[in-house]
T-cell receptor, first 109, second 119 residues
Framework: GQNIDQPTEMTATEGAIVQINCTYQ??????LFWYQQHAGEAPTFLSY??LDGLEEKGRFSSFLSRSKGYSYLLLKELQMKDSASYLC??????????WGAGTKLIIKP | SAVISQKPSRDICQRGTSLTIQCQVD?????MFWYRQQPGQSLTLIAT?????????ESGFVIDKFPISRPNLTFSTLTVSNMSPEDSSIYLC????????????????FGAGSRLTVL
């Protein structure tokens, strides 16, 4: 079966750096997405990786290793507004999106 | 990216009743997607709504329980029929578009969601 694993919850301190990991086992691979979802709101697109390596966008970076079935989302200079759930999703060989359950990130002052 | 209006934002429903959720997009799109998100769980695709044809349902979801309409390229409805407490969830509609920061990949834009509580 297809599966995406991410930690259920993480806690970090304002101003610090946090890395949210995502591992996947899917039938084929056509890209990996990270979405942010604040409580009570819709998910919003953060980043996309299809080739190995690091994609940087401001305070957020996303890394992919296809051979290891692994990605991480790196958040720097954490702000209170970064408290949210972070969803990892993989597009498989049939172009279906497989979603992880999300990682709830709690930022403490 | 597209702007999606979804309503109702929340509702409390009685067991056995049905509720229709509406989704309006500010641009014409070929496909609209209906998702369910139960507490602490991942997003689950219910069906894909295509204009001019029947919706395509994912495994575990059937048309009798979740009838979908797609009368034009900017609008869709999802009905949750004969509701039970197990249907309490957030229902989200979404569309694909190419984001400038996605290297040309299609990314999903979601409506704000409809939080249903079935008593």
């Amino acid at each position: 079966g297809q599966n995406i694993d991410q930690p259920t919850e993480m806690t970090a301190t304002e101003g610090a750096i946090v890395q949210i990991n995502c591992t996947y086992q899917t039938s084929g691979f056509n890209g990996l997405f990270w979405y942010q979802q604040h409580a009570g709101e819709a998910p919003t697109f953060l980043s996309y990786n299809v080739l190995d390596g690091l994609e940087e966008k401001g305070r957020f970076s996303s890394f992919l290793s296809r051979s290891k079935g692994y990605s991480y989302l790196l958040l720097k200079e954490l702000q209170m507004k970064d408290s949210a759930s972070y969803l990892c999703a993989v597009r498989d060989s049939n172009y279906q999106l497989i979603w992880g359950a999300g990682t709830k990130l709690i930022i403490k002052p | 990216s597209a702007v999606i209006s979804q309503k109702p934002s929340r509702d409390i429903c009685q067991r056995g009743t049905s509720l229709t959720i509406q989704c309006q997009v500010d641009s014409q799109v070929t496909m609209m997607f209906w998702y369910r998100q139960q507490p602490g769980q991942s997003l689950t695709l219910i069906a894909t709504a295509n204009q001019g044809s029947e919706a395509t349902y994912e495994s575990g979801f059937v048309i009798d329980k979740f009838p979908i309409s797609r009368p034009n390229l900017t609008f869709s409805t999802l009905t949750v029929s004969n509701m039970s407490p197990e249907d309490s969830s957030i229902y989200l509609c979404s569309v694909e578009s190419i984001a400038s920061s996605s290297s040309g990949a299609n990314v999903l834009t979601f409506g704000a969601g409809s939080r249903l509580t079935v008593l």
